[in-house]
């Protein structure tokens, strides 16, 4: 079955750093999304991605985040020049276009951000 | 404004019990998508169920079922005959309006989860 998959599993960064994080979406999907779970809290939106630009953001994804589509497959997250409270659980999610922008987002297994 | 909410932030229950997670929403759209997803120990999320604004019918997936009331805002999550491999956090999700341009977006906006534990 297909799936989202997302590297690395565990970043470890100092203060300061950039970090990209990487994401494979399902191969038909066109809607892509970057979400983050502060640990022991809820999932928080980030941004939303579509058409090779972003569709939404939430008042956290700042001038440090960007994200980018380098090629077919990849979606990527950045953040610039990270801080300590950025340390998270970031999910990369995508959905299907044939249903419109409501379809059940599929996420990947997150990428545990460590920010010393 | 669109807010999730689910009040029991831990249940307790001993396998083979019924056991209800509660979700009430608000939103000011007439027309949204509820969700509710399944985030076990090893962290991943799992989606369980889909449901639109209007679609009120009650459904059940084996020992899952949804009963959603637009009356009172609430999109509830049953598991009957609970085993051990049910225990995970559970959210309930709402989606986000289109934009008013049209454009494309569906971020869901989460409750802060039920952490369900099942006991042998």
Same mark, same amino acid.
């Given at each position: 079955?297909?799936?989202?998959?997302?590297?690395?599993?565990?970043?470890v960064?100092?203060?300061?750093?950039e970090?990209?994080l990487?994401?494979?979406?399902? $191969? =038909?999907h066109?809607?892509?999304y970057w979400?983050?779970?502060?640990?022991?809290?809820?999932?928080? @939106?980030?941004v *939303?991605f579509?058409?090779?630009?972003i569709?939404e953001?939430?008042e956290?994804?700042d001038?440090?985040?960007?994200?980018?589509?380098?090629?077919? $497959? =990849?979606?990527?997250l950045?953040i610039?020049?990270?801080?300590?409270?950025d340390?998270?659980?970031? @999910?990369?999610? *995508?959905?299907?276009i044939e249903?419109?922008?409501?379809?059940?987002?599929?996420?990947?297994?997150?990428?545990?951000?460590?920010?010393? | 404004?669109?807010?999730?909410?689910q009040?029991?932030?831990?249940i307790?229950?001993?396998?083979?019990?019924?056991?209800?997670?509660?979700c009430?929403?608000?939103t000011?759209d007439t027309?949204?998508?509820?969700?509710?997803?399944k985030?076990?120990?090893?962290?991943?999320l799992?989606?369980?169920?889909r449901?639109?604004?209007?679609?009120?019918?009650n459904?059940?997936s084996?020992r899952?079922?949804?009963?959603?009331?637009?009356?009172?805002?609430?999109?509830?999550?049953?598991?009957?005959?609970?085993?051990?491999?049910d225990?995970?956090?559970?959210?309930?999700a709402?989606?986000?309006?289109?934009?008013?341009?049209?454009g494309?977006?569906?971020?869901?906006?989460f409750?802060?989860?039920?952490?369900?534990?099942?006991?042998?």
């Amino acid at each position: 079955e297909p799936e989202v998959t997302q590297t690395p599993s565990h970043q470890v960064t100092q203060m300061g750093q950039e970090v990209i994080l990487r994401c494979v979406p399902i $191969s =038909n999907h066109l809607y892509f999304y970057w979400y983050r779970q502060i640990l022991g809290q809820k999932v928080e @939106f980030l941004v *939303s991605f579509y058409n090779n630009e972003i569709s939404e953001k939430s008042e956290i994804f700042d001038d440090q985040f960007s994200v980018e589509r380098p090629d077919g $497959s =990849n979606f990527t997250l950045k953040i610039r020049s990270t801080k300590l409270e950025d340390s998270a659980m970031y @999910f990369c999610a *995508s959905s299907e276009i044939e249903r419109g922008p409501h379809n059940e987002q599929f996420f990947g297994p997150g990428t545990r951000l460590t920010v010393l | 404004a669109q807010k999730v909410t689910q009040a029991q932030t831990e249940i307790s229950v001993v396998e083979k019990e019924d056991v209800t997670l509660d979700c009430v929403y608000e939103t000011r759209d007439t027309t949204y998508y509820l969700f509710w997803y399944k985030q076990p120990p090893s962290g991943e999320l799992v989606f369980l169920i889909r449901r639109n604004s209007f679609d009120e019918q009650n459904e059940i997936s084996g020992r899952y079922s949804w009963n959603f009331q637009k009356s009172t805002s609430s999109f509830n999550f049953t598991i009957t005959a609970s085993q051990v491999v049910d225990s995970a956090v559970y959210f309930c999700a709402l989606s986000g309006p289109l934009m008013n341009y049209g454009g494309a977006t569906n971020k869901l906006i989460f409750g802060t989860g039920t952490l369900l534990a099942v006991q042998p």
